[in-house]
């Protein structure tokens, strides 16, 4: 497939490829969460917080790519379920910091399979060194 043509084919151009690509993998997530109540945003905050412990609500937008009102709303909904706490922090006592409750954690540990399995339906029609590769070119456009 080559992008240097003179016409637009709208099957080879990677905006629509890309959404394609989102469209089913957001059809497996819905598929296998059903029964969490969890959105993917949320989901993304439990795992971020589980590999990386305490964040202020700032770099945990950050690090999940999300947008400061967008974070905010994400992490109220985590608050009112408990998944999710908010303390303040010893280094700054402005600074509040969010972190897994006790079934917060338990509920990531849960998922952390979940996640692996969407990933790896996702990624079905291609094989061990597609993937590494698909992967790898995906992280150099983020």
């Not at 003179?6 to 997530?29: E, K, M, P, S, W």
């Not at 790519?65 to 909904?77: E, F, Y």
């Not at 922090?89 to 917060?104: A, E, N």
């Amino acid at each position: 497939m080559s992008i240097e043509t003179d016409d637009y084919v709208l099957d080879q151009q990677v905006g629509h490829l890309l959404r394609r690509a989102n469209q089913r993998h957001t059809a497996l997530f819905a598929k296998r969460f059903a029964a969490f109540d969890l959105t993917p945003l949320q989901f993304a905050v439990l795992m971020r917080l589980r590999e990386a412990g305490p964040l202020s609500q700032n770099l945990l937008g950050r690090e999940t790519a999300m947008d400061p009102n967008t974070v905010q709303g994400v992490i109220l909904r985590l608050l009112r379920r408990r998944l999710v706490t908010r303390s303040g922090s010893d280094d700054d006592k402005r600074r509040k910091l969010l972190s897994l409750t006790p079934d917060g954690r338990a509920l990531a540990e849960r998922l952390v399979s979940e996640g692996q399995a969407i990933s790896e339906e996702t990624l079905a029609p291609l094989s061990a060194g597609q993937r590494r590769q698909f992967l790898g070119l995906l992280a150099r456009l983020t």
